[in-house]
């Protein structure tokens, strides 16, 4: 089965970047999606991107994001900039096809 792991969160001011990791061990057919869960627990597709590169963001954080891979590597990245209170959340990567999600790495945005 294929694993997702995350990396790359922690506390960070506003107006701060950051660079997630998703590290992927093995092969999905399927796109690579991000997503958050926000303190509360309501959930909002963040990203995606296919195999063949061609990506998708959602409308409420298209701007400030960036969603990438390295091939060689087997990670996806996710970049955000621009970081606001607001996008506090726990990000996940995963299949949603296969259902299959990582275990999150917490984002804090505060000053």
């Known amino acids: 089965q294929v694993q997702f792991v995350e990396s790359g969160g922690g506390l960070v001011q506003p107006g701060d970047s950051l660079r997630l990791s998703c590290t992927i061990s093995?092969?999905?057919?399927?796109?690579l999606v991000w997503y958050r869960q926000f303190p509360g627990g309501r959930r909002e597709f963040v990203a995606a991107?296919?195999?063949?590169?061609?990506?998708h963001y959602a409308d409420s954080i298209d701007a400030r994001t960036t969603i990438s891979r390295d091939s060689t590597k087997n990670v996806v990245y996710l970049q955000v900039i621009d970081l606001e209170p607001e996008d506090t959340a726990v990000y996940y990567c995963?299949?949603?096809?296969?259902?299959?999600w990582g275990q999150g790495t917490q984002v804090t945005v505060s000053s």
């Open positions: 991107i296919t195999n063949g590169g061609a990506t």
């Open positions: 093995g092969f999905i057919n399927s796109s």
């Open positions: 995963g299949d949603p096809v296969t259902d299959s």
